[in-house]
Each structure stands twice: as C-alpha cells, then as structure tokens.
C-alpha cells in the first residue's frame, strides 16, 4: 500500500525560522552542484535530503536508489514506502521528521557506496545535521552505522541501543529494504522503532 496522502500532510513541526529555511536551501542549492567524486558521473541528480528541518529526528540512509535517482528525493522507492507504514505505526508521517543519506548520488548498481566516497559526501550531511540540529539520528542500516558511528560497526550487533558519539546520540537500526529481504527483522526494528516513540513523548533517552 503506498502512503502517498502522507505527503501532503501538514508536518508536526511546521514551525521554521525562515533562516534556517533559507541556509538549508542555499545548502541544497550548492550540493547540487557537486562534483567531489564520481558518483555524480553516473547520477541523473543529487538527492538531497528532505522533510521537516525542525523535526526532533533525522533518519539516515545509505544513498538513492533508481526510484530516489529519478525523483531527486530519499526513500521514495519500496523501502521508503516501507519506511512510511513504519513512522505511521509510531503516528508520524515523512514531513514530520528529516530523511536524508549518507551518499548524495546513487552509487552504480546500488553498490555500497566507498569508504572515500562516504567520507567526501559527509560534508553535505554535516551541514544537514547542523541545521536541523536533531535530537538524536536513527541510522538506517550497516553503511549508515558505519559512515556516522563506527567504521567496522555491525548493525546485527548494535542496532536497538542508544549510542553517542561527538555529542550527537543514535539509534541504529535495520534498513528498511532489509526488512523487504527478510521480514523476521521486523520485530527487532518494532522495538527499535518502540525506543524511538519513547523518547519522542517522554523526551527522555534510555535503554
Ligand atoms: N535506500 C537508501 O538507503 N536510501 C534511499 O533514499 C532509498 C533507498
């Protein structure tokens, strides 16, 4: 079932200061310019990351796939459908919070993106991160834990735990196309996604 409505919801979070509005813009403005590695080669466009810039969350992917390649916008594809039953089963939808990916442009094939070209995308999403100044990020599967959180991190080992790295605190968690693969990770991401929800009411963090 596709979640299509959900896109012209109002967000939670309305409310922007017109110059975080306007330094996001400029941002997205620049990154689409980006040539910094080969990625871009192989890309219809840059697929910057969208939804609320005053959501309390961001979630990070790993990059565009063919769907988010064509649309210009993340998790646009059968994981992002996914990803939207997902926020609705905590009562949010994609405008309330800010998705976003590690890699700008869709790597060829989806292959994983490199570590080099992880490490050049991530000026992108540290001026995302800096503007919407999130409360804590939810990573999105194994190439997301390993470009924010920890290179040789293993997501089957640290999803569901709060982690802080630098000040900043996240919740890593299977990729929604993990869950299209094999639908037994659904459970272990209910919970995850259960965490989530809590300190989203109680603004509280805690195992
Ligand atoms: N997978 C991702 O990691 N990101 C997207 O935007 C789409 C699919």
Redesign the pocket.
């Known amino acids: 079932m596709l979640f299509d409505e959900t896109q012209k919801q109002p967000s939670l979070f309305d409310n922007i200061a017109p110059k975080e509005k306007e330094d996001w813009n400029t941002v997205k403005e620049e990154s689409s310019h980006c040539k910094r590695c080969h990625l871009r080669e192989g890309a219809t466009q840059v697929v910057f990351g969208t939804g609320s810039i005053k959501s309390p969350f961001m979630m990070v992917?790993?990059?565009?796939?063919a769907q988010?390649d064509l649309e210009g916008e993340?998790?646009v594809?059968r994981?992002?459908q996914l990803l939207d039953r997902i926020l609705k089963a905590i009562n949010l939808n994609r405008n309330d919070v800010y998705i976003t990916?590690v890699v700008k442009c869709r790597p060829p094939n989806n292959r994983q993106p490199s570590v080099e070209e992880m490490a050049v995308c991530k000026t992108w999403l540290e001026k995302e991160i800096k503007i919407v100044k999130p409360l804590f990020i939810v990573l999105?599967?194994a190439t997301a834990l390993k470009g924010l959180v920890e290179p040789g991190g293993k997501i089957t080992r640290m999803r569901g735990q709060w982690l802080e790295k630098n000040g900043m605190l996240y919740m890593p968690t299977y990729?929604p196309?993990a869950l299209l693969r094999d639908p037994s990770k659904k459970k272990p991401v209910w919970e995850d996604f259960k965490k989530i929800q809590q300190v989203l009411i109680k603004k509280e963090v805690g195992q």
């Open positions: 992917g790993e990059g565009p796939g988010e993340p998790f594809g994981a992002g990916n999105l599967g990729h196309a």
